[in-house]
């Protein structure tokens, strides 16, 4: 590669000009647009069976619109959870990406993903411990940026 403000030879622009076409010819070429595809459908479809399970339990149970939203995420957390338990949500992690990690059963999955390869360590110490792994910093965090904000909405109510 040339320094400084050295001119270029008609032999080295040639070398440079294979160069590059050869890295162009061997690069491997973006695939983003369909991954973000992909992920886009899975994760429509991830909320469309939520939507699903929120209409059956409405028809099914009567749930009211807060009994509702308690019923999906319970629901799709267990179906997240049993998913991964059965090997199916890494799979489907693998062709989704992003679209498989957004939605609560993305949540589910994370927590129950360490413990499923940990269990061979016991229910205690292997399953029971590897649980908390991811769950405990974000439920600590959740917890803990809820107070925060309620404080800051106690003060600016306080303030009117």
Excluded at 34 to 60: E, R, T
Excluded at 104 to 126: C, D, K, Q, W, Y
Aim: glycine fraction near 12%; include cysteine.
């Amino acid at each position: 590669m040339p320094s400084g403000n050295k001119k270029l030879t008609r032999e080295e622009k040639r070398e440079r000009a294979r160069y590059l076409a050869m890295v162009n010819e061997r690069m491997p070429r973006s695939k983003t647009l369909m991954q973000c595809i992909i992920a886009f459908a899975v994760g429509g479809a991830i909320c469309c069976i939520g939507q699903l399970v929120g209409d059956l339990g409405s028809i099914m149970f009567s749930l009211d619109e807060k009994t509702r939203g308690a019923f999906i995420s319970v629901v799709m957390i267990f179906l997240g959870s049993f998913a991964t338990g059965l090997g199916v949500y890494d799979r489907l992690g693998a062709v989704a990406g992003a679209g498989s990690v957004i939605p609560i059963t993305g949540f589910a999955n994370s927590i129950v993903a360490p413990a499923m390869e940990h269990r061979r360590e016991g229910l205690v110490m292997g399953v029971g411990a590897q649980l908390f792994t991811i769950a405990g910093p974000v439920l600590v965090y959740g917890v803990t940026s809820s107070v925060i904000v309620g404080i800051i909405a106690w003060i600016a109510a306080m303030c009117k």
